[in-house]
């Protein structure tokens, strides 16, 4: 039977009044070999995989599949959560509910980052909702990072409307969007008659034949997107075409434009999958696109916009920046199918975290946040000073006057600048106690890149 640790429950507590009891799987790790752990050996967390899988409607993993899932969780050492009826053991019966979180990193500015408290994978069985499992998951959870000294928590939602409670607010947007390249599609640049300096050459290649390529490039785009984090190794698994549960895990049909620079130095890959020819228009649906320089994104779009035969192309993650527009001669070609709320932050450390990012040199000034925080991790009245690009916050009594008063969600929401304070004020949500003190941190906060959250989790 797989070892696993109980997290102690006050008396009153929710779950014991209903016999249900919050464990914690035991880490997973790969053999020496580097395999994939073998399903065999732990059917608490191929149990608690199933249940997450059923949570969403989607198909549980089988054989290769489901050890590969398991490998993947080790990469990212993800601890799986799980509330029980008290009496079940792990090994033989799935979870009531799922939580899984792990550290990683967020990108906070161009160039600097913070360890980030990642969740995902929740879900309550539906006999089982709404009696306060996902709040019992979601506050051992997060007193843990807490504890840990991480500052910020992470998710993706499946719905806006759980998390604020929280105190995570979304950090940015991301939008499905379509591209029309009926007779090929001419960039602004071509248009206007601009050169590339080094246009260097983009090819063909297939993902499984080039392992670790994207991880390389995802991990230096990354690093500049604020609102992205470290790769997800289920993501890895993707870009190299690799997943067990497609094809006996010999390859789906993804197909990579790969850019390289007068170098030779890859700059910016395109994952790409033909919808089928039943599909009309016929469509090319990009999976990844990611560039390293402006160069090496304008190179990939002049591939994609002239595949024989396409003539349309889905791009399921478009940054919302209004870049690709810019970047066409045509801007009516691209058509936002989806706008959607993508990254969800969640402040636990106040000082750390706007003290754990960038600001523009030239901005400068001082403002006070009164932060409610129901579960009192980010409580509190808090002077912001920037100076120099760099931003120092001060703890203050409550007596202290406030310019803007505000939930931890909002903060949580605003922090890396991908949201603006003025629209919560405009909404009701944020009080202004003193005027213009929204447009002065919307000015402080102003991000040096779009905030963008390059892959889902
Ligand atoms: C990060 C991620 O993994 S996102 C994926 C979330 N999972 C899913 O969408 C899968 C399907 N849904 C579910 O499994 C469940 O309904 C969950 C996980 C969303 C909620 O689990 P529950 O145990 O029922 O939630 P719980 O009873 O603890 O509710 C906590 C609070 O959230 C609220 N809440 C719960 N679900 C929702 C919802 N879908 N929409 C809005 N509010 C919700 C409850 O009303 C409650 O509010 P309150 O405490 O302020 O009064």
Not at 237 to 247: C, F, G, H, Q, T
Not at 355 to 365: H, K, L, W
Request: glycine share 10%; charged share 25%.
């Amino acid at each position: 039977m797989t070892a696993t640790s109980t997290t102690p429950t006050s008396p009153d507590d929710v779950l014991t009044r209903h016999g249900l009891v919050l464990r914690t799987l035991a880490p997973l790790e790969r053999g020496p070999d580097g395999a994939d752990p073998a399903r065999a050996g732990h059917p608490a967390h191929v149990r608690h995989t199933a249940a997450v899988e059923k949570g969403f409607y989607e198909e549980v993993p089988d054989g290769a599949a489901a050890d590969q899932d398991l490998g993947v969780s080790a990469d990212d050492a993800k601890i799986l959560r799980g509330v029980y009826l008290a009496q079940d053991d792990p090994a033989e019966r799935e979870p009531v509910g799922t939580f899984v979180d792990w550290t990683s990193r967020l990108t906070t500015s161009p160039g600097r980052e913070l360890p980030v408290w990642m969740i995902s994978n929740v879900t309550v069985s539906p006999g089982h909702r709404r009696r306060g499992i996902l709040r019992a998951m979601m506050t051992a959870s997060l007193g843990e990072a807490a504890a840990a000294g991480v500052p910020v928590a992470a998710l993706t939602a499946s719905e806006s409307t759980i998390y604020g409670r929280f105190g995570f607010g979304a950090a940015c947007t991301g939008r499905t969007v379509r591209v029309d390249v009926r007779g090929g599609l001419v960039l602004a640049a071509d248009a206007a008659g601009h050169r590339e300096e080094d246009p260097g050459t983009v090819l063909r290649e297939d993902p499984r034949a080039m392992p670790g390529v994207v991880e390389e490039l995802h991990g230096r785009v990354r690093r500049t997107t604020p609102g992205s984090v470290h790769r997800p190794s289920g993501h890895v698994v993707r870009w190299e075409d690799r997943s067990a549960a497609k094809n006996d895990g010999k390859g789906s049909g993804l197909f990579a434009a790969v850019h390289r620079d007068g170098d030779g130095t890859v700059q910016g890959v395109a994952l790409y999958r033909f919808d089928g020819w039943e599909k009309e228009p016929t469509t090319e649906s990009v999976e990844a696109f990611l560039a390293a320089t402006d160069a090496a994104a304008r190179q990939l779009w002049r591939f994609l916009a002239h595949l024989d035969l396409i003539d349309r192309l889905h791009l399921t993650r478009c940054p919302d920046d209004g870049r690709l527009e810019q970047l066409l001669a045509d801007r009516r070609r691209v058509s936002t199918k989806a706008v959607w709320d993508d990254l969800y932050l969640r402040i636990l450390d106040v000082p750390a975290c706007l003290g754990g990012r960038d600001y523009a040199p030239e901005v400068a000034g001082a403002v006070v946040l009164r932060v409610a925080d129901a579960a009192g991790h980010a409580a509190g009245t808090w002077r912001l000073e920037v100076a120099r690009g760099v931003g120092r916050v001060e703890p203050l009594g409550d007596d202290a006057r406030a310019d803007l008063e505000l939930d931890v969600a909002h903060l949580s929401g605003v922090w890396l600048g991908g949201m603006r304070v003025g629209a919560l004020v405009g909404a009701g949500v944020v009080a202004e106690r003193a005027p213009g003190a929204a447009a002065r941190l919307d000015a402080l906060l102003h991000p040096a890149a779009p905030v963008h959250l390059l892959t889902r989790f």
